[in-house]
């Protein structure tokens, strides 16, 4: 009963909940109960909050039973990345240069899903500061993956995607600034949705006005992807890309009706010079299929010039220098060795460099608008393969059916860096399992500020693959 409990969705607990079929007390005794039990397996949190979750739990259960009007998420747990901060619950970055931080004050995006009821149980892992695509750090080791322990979480929200997975909590709060949702999405079989700039604040972010990170949903169906964006989502001064951007009815977009008919969908399995296992490549047709059946029309999107790897790279790691080159100065040995190596491939880029960087993003984002002005939808798979070993080094070789590839970047993500530049929305969902039953997930990306459009496709391909149903064996 107590499992049961744990894998309703957080759309059904909050319904639930407010008719006083189910107790805020109940829920969330059950979900830290799955997450002690679970955390020496999976080791997916950095920090459990029991004692101030019951606290939560029980005045949202007064707040029920005295008739209060509810929030959006009145009395479901969720928890939250380990670089997004938290009032009162300390917030690592998954280093031990902060291992005992306390912020003072919670992130815009964490203090609107409190206001809307939601309980936080836990801070999940991440990689040092999120700075690569699987999720291990010297402060807590490795988090294995939720279907299988001799492979990578992915990452670097490899922590929120196993908990959601696990049944550990519905949703989660994750951040992706070049699939770091989408990924771990991917390797875990859950929902990860990067949704376009300035739909949610990020008050964090240093550099807000180039900022290509984004605070996001973690969820295990489409619905509560909706139900958490509409939460979280709405103008706050400490981001001005969100400044005047209405709230849709994001929950009414996802209702289960209609079909695709004349929406066009572009679709491509990989960039050019790029590839993708066989059983990936097996589960993307399936998937296109059902796209086919819903009625959408199909159109083969021819896939040069998106090599954007190296873009991002000359971007981002620029960003990263900037920020820790003192702390690796200062203490290099308490820092992730990759982290370092990350460092020192920015360290020849100069600011002309950066700025014409900057330059093909804008080129970039008006090459992915031509492509949807006449399609709605972009279609590719999430990643080239499944979960990688979980031993993986970042900066070793990729197997892709017995094909060894040099990087991994490039090689196994590189349909998912391209949106974190533009700013459109782009979604990974369940498409499939490979050998051993590993996820694979296909994704699609959008019209720019068009989140109701692209959650509506999802979920109506949500529904047409029927895979909901199946769960990572825990015992």
């Excluded at 909590?169 to 949705?193: E, W």
């Excluded at 289960?256 to 790029?274: M, Q």
């Excluded at 590993?438 to 693959?465: D, H, K, M």
């Amino acid at each position: 009963m107590s499992e049961e409990l744990c894998f309703l969705s957080a759309t059904t607990l909050r319904e639930r909940i407010a008719r006083r079929e189910l107790s805020p007390v109940e829920v969330t005794r059950a979900v830290l109960e799955r997450a002690e039990r679970l955390q020496p397996v999976l080791n997916c949190f950095i920090t459990l909050c029991g004692d101030e979750a019951m606290a939560q739990a029980r005045s949202a259960e007064k707040a029920v039973m005295r008739g209060d009007a509810l929030g959006l998420l009145h009395g479901v747990p969720f928890t939250c990345k380990d670089l997004v901060n938290t009032r009162g619950v300390r917030t690592t970055f998954g280093s031990l240069l902060f291992e005992h931080n306390v912020p003072t004050r919670d992130a815009e995006a964490i203090a609107r899903l409190r206001r809307q009821g939601a309980i936080l149980v836990g801070k999940t892992t991440t990689s040092e500061f999120g700075a690569k695509c699987l999720t291990d750090a010297p402060l807590f080791g490795r988090t294995r993956n939720a279907w299988s322990a001799a492979h990578t979480s992915g990452g670097s929200s490899g922590g929120a995607a196993v908990a959601v997975a696990a049944g550990i909590a519905p949703i989660g709060i994750a951040t992706d600034g070049g699939g770091s949702t989408r990924i771990p999405a991917s390797c875990n079989g859950v929902v990860g949705l990067k949704q376009s700039n300035g739909i949610v604040p990020h008050s964090q972010v240093e550099d807000v006005f180039g900022n290509l990170t984004y605070v996001t949903p973690m969820t295990r169906d489409v619905a509560d992807t909706a139900l958490m964006l509409e939460a979280m989502a709405g103008e706050d001064a400490s981001d001005p890309w969100s400044i005047g951007v209405p709230v849709p009815d994001y929950r009414k977009a996802v209702k289960l009706d209609g079909d695709l008919r004349g929406k066009r969908v572009l679709f491509s399995a990989a960039p050019e010079g790029r590839i993708v296992s066989a059983e990936v490549g097996a589960a993307f047709e399936a998937s296109l299929a059902h796209l086919r059946e819903l009625g959408a029309e199909l159109i083969e999107m021819p896939p040069t010039n998106f090599n954007i790897e190296p873009l991002w790279r000359t971007i981002n790691h620029t960003v990263w220098r900037a920020r820790f080159t003192e702390m690796a100065e200062a203490c290099p040995e308490r820092l992730s060795p990759s982290l370092l190596q990350q460092l020192a491939l920015a360290s020849a880029v100069s600011g002309a460099d950066y700025q014409r960087a900057m330059f093909a993003r804008t080129q970039l984002f008006r090459r992915v608008q031509a492509l949807l002005r006449d399609n709605d939808f972009l279609a590719m798979p999430t990643l080239s393969r499944t979960a990688l070993p979980i031993d993986q080094d970042l900066f070793g070789t990729i197997d892709i059916d017995g094909r060894i590839f040099p990087e991994v970047r490039a090689n196994w993500f590189p349909w998912t860096m391209p949106f974190n530049l533009t700013g459109h929305p782009a979604i990974s969902l369940p498409s499939g399992f490979g050998q051993g039953g590993l996820p694979i997930g296909i994704q699609l990306a959008g019209r720019f500020r068009r989140e109701p459009e692209l959650l509506r496709a999802a979920s109506l391909l949500e529904a047409a693959q029927g895979l909901l149903s199946r769960r990572p064996d825990l015992g």
